[in-house]
């Protein structure tokens, strides 16, 4: 048995850039891997299975076979291989669902990497993000499960490299937003483009957080305006000592804090959990080989 992690993606800042004919946008987005997310387990079997366990398991059981990411990503690569689709996938689903930290996504991805593995199939990272984009656009970035920079419809990628540890909180109301109801929203609220980067993104830790601060999310305000428990949830990371930054990840409606110090990460997720009982809190690490807390 192979197992591999599959851990939360937290967009550290999310610019929307433009609207193709076709009516996706178009995006640039930094990308951070934390110690923070699911686990998979992959054997190999006569037949092809999914089995589904874990705190957040219940949102999926009522979800068709077919339509698991992991379903559609095995598929895909069987598919791509000519190799029989024959495993048995379990997942210990801690992750909640349509919730901006790309728990279908990241774990499509590693199945692609896990199945490569039990399979020997030997497919390049290249060719797998090419499968990813047709599951979803967020699944060819958690494909590195490192910082990278992605821009377009999430199919320009560019690795970033190691960047120091940024030590994270993640809260979550615990409801499910729709991504296309939030980009819907988005596009009938008729917001300005953002400019695409023009500096380049630092390296060491403290400059690394001041120039977050000055970066956005800018799906935050249209997701607020639809779920306004979203804006108390960033309101109240943003008064936990040491919280440097404060802001909704991806679609939503998961929500970060970000801090220098470790302890106080800790510190501020236990306070949460105490003061908010019905929030999912989890405290970790951003870091450039992620792996389980």
Request: with cysteine; proline share 8%.
């Amino acid at each position: 048995m192979l197992t591999l992690f599959s851990p939360a993606k937290i967009n550290l800042f999310l610019h929307i850039t433009g609207r193709l004919a076709n009516g996706y946008h178009t995006l640039e987005t930094m990308a951070g891997f934390c110690s923070i997310g699911d686990s998979l387990h992959f054997k190999d079997a006569p037949i092809f299975s999914v089995h589904i366990q874990g705190p957040c398991a219940k949102e999926l059981l009522n979800t068709p076979h077919d339509d698991l990411s992991i379903t559609k990503a095995a598929t895909l690569l069987a598919n791509l291989t000519k190799h029989p689709l024959a495993a048995t996938v379990s997942l210990d689903k801690q992750l909640p669902v349509a919730s901006g930290i790309g728990g279908g996504s990241t774990n499509a991805a590693t199945t692609f990497l896990g199945l490569n593995q039990v399979w020997g199939t030997d497919i390049p990272l290249k060719e797998m993000e090419k499968l990813g984009l047709t599951i979803g656009a967020d699944v060819p970035m958690c494909i590195y499960q490192k910082p990278v920079l992605v821009k377009g419809m999430g199919d320009i990628i560019e690795p970033l490299g190691d960047v120091p540890p940024l030590y994270i909180i993640l809260a979550n109301p615990t409801f499910p937003v729709p991504t296309p109801l939030i980009y819907n929203a988005f596009k009938d609220q008729n917001y300005p483009f953002s400019s695409p980067l023009s500096d380049a993104i630092p390296t060491q830790a403290d400059e690394l957080l001041t120039w977050l601060s000055l970066q956005r999310n800018d799906l935050q305000a249209t997701a607020c305006h639809l779920y306004p428990e979203i804006d108390s949830v960033i309101s109240a990371l943003s008064q936990l000592p040491g919280c440097r930054i404060s802001r909704m990840s991806g679609s939503g409606a998961t929500c970060f804090g970000l801090f220098a110090d470790e302890r106080q990460a800790h510190q501020g997720a236990a306070d949460l959990k105490l003061n908010y009982p019905k929030w999912w809190v989890k405290s970790g690490v951003v870091t450039s080989s992620p792996g389980p807390a």
